[in-house]
């Protein structure tokens, strides 16, 4: 019930169905019903619910939160404009963040416009993923919205040296006659 309320965009009706199994019935949660309310949480823009949410895991319910839990709490407080915030907490994760968490801060830093904490972040990107032309690409954006013409180019050598190139989309129209 918690996952078809979330995923069809119920997603204060999640929570509360969370709140009312764990606190009123005594359902004990596992780690998917925790990953899918942190993700209630993340698209209802509900920070401190997830933030409670996410600290009941390990200290009510005993559950040692997992890599999606972490990406899911720094979505939430990248939602909330804390990078800095979010950025300690990747640093001081028990485990080792993938692409996937520091693309999250990385596109938030392009949100924001903060370019300094988006070139930490994209050095981790780039030692996870050195073949992926994404984060260099999302890196030339900010620049550019920052007027950044010398990093611009800057990177275009790095890209050209390591052959790293966008991804062109593609479709295909199928006609019967």
């Known amino acids: 019930m918690i996952f078809g309320y979330a995923n069809h965009e119920y997603s204060i009706k999640a929570i509360d169905l969370f709140n009312e199994m764990t606190e009123k019935k005594g359902c004990k949660p596992d780690h998917f019903t925790f990953t899918v309310v942190l993700t209630a949480c993340c698209h209802a823009g509900i920070v401190d619910v997830g933030q409670r949410i996410f600290h009941l895991m ?21 939602q ?10 990747i640093k001081n ?12 801060l990385l596109g938030a830093c392009r ?36 007027g950044n013409r010398g990093d611009i180019e800057r990177l275009k050598k790095v890209m050209k040296k390591k052959r790293l190139r966008r991804n062109v989309g593609c479709s295909w129209i199928g006609i019967t006659t």
Do not use: Q
């Open 111 to 146: 949100n924001h416009g903060n370019v300094e904490l988006a070139e930490i972040t994209a050095k981790h990107v780039f030692e996870l993923e050195p073949k992926s032309a994404g984060s260099s690409l999302l890196m030339s954006c900010l620049y550019a919205d920052n």
């Open 80 to 89: 909330a404009g804390e990078l800095v915030e979010a950025y300690e907490l």
């Open 58 to 78: 390990s200290e009510e319910h005993g559950i040692e939160p997992r890599l999606e839990h972490y990406a899911c709490l720094v979505n939430l407080i990248r």
């Open 93 to 104: 994760m028990p485990i080792k963040p993938d692409s996937f968490v520091w693309g999250v």
